[in-house]
């Protein structure tokens, strides 16, 4: 299992379409993929345009290739990339230690 | 419940020390604070000298005055400060939408 974290910005003033939007995608489109284990979506208290996004993959490649070379991965940009003041800026991890 | 994302650089070539230090002080000394509901430290794939450090807090107080404005932050810090590369980029999260 290997975590994807998308460190996202959005135009002010949109919090709750994007909200909605981004629980809509997630849930209809990238819960449909190949090698999902689950998503959460946070939004930062001090830059309330800042959202992060971790989406639990089996293998790096279900997301690198099974779903970022899919037409799922174009209808999850269609519906939350509008509110993208940038770039989402992605990276990928492996769990290297936690609590009990 | 409140999500404190903290984004870690290091010096290269330190990695294994780094993540036995940073498991022992989350585990004796943060995982002691008022409030602590747990932590996930996480090694970025692409990156391998960042790492996301998260810790889940009952209140963003629990982190901010409780654990930052005690003892036991200088102890942490004492155990894993001499890896940091950069001072940490540390924001405060609530979750916003998580899958079933």
């Given amino acids: 299992m290997i975590l994807e974290i998308a460190d996202i910005r959005i135009h002010p003033g949109q919090n709750d379409d994007f909200e909605a939007a981004i629980a809509c995608g997630a849930t209809r489109v990238i819960a449909q993929a190949q090698g999902f284990h689950g998503f959460k979506v946070n939004r930062s208290m001090e830059?309330?345009?800042?959202?992060?996004?971790?989406?639990?993959?089996?293998?790096?490649?279900?997301?690198?290739?099974?779903?970022?070379?899919?037409?799922?991965?174009?209808?999850?940009?269609?519906?939350?990339?509008?509110?993208?003041?940038?770039?989402?800026?992605?990276?990928?991890?492996?769990?290297?230690?936690?609590?009990?």
């Fill in 47 to 100: 830059t309330p345009e800042r959202y992060v996004l971790q989406i639990f993959w089996a293998t790096l490649e279900d997301h690198t290739v099974g779903f970022r070379q899919s037409p799922a991965f174009t209808e999850w940009r269609s519906i939350v990339g509008p509110f993208f003041a940038a770039p989402p800026y992605v990276e990928h991890f492996e769990l290297v230690a936690q609590s009990d």
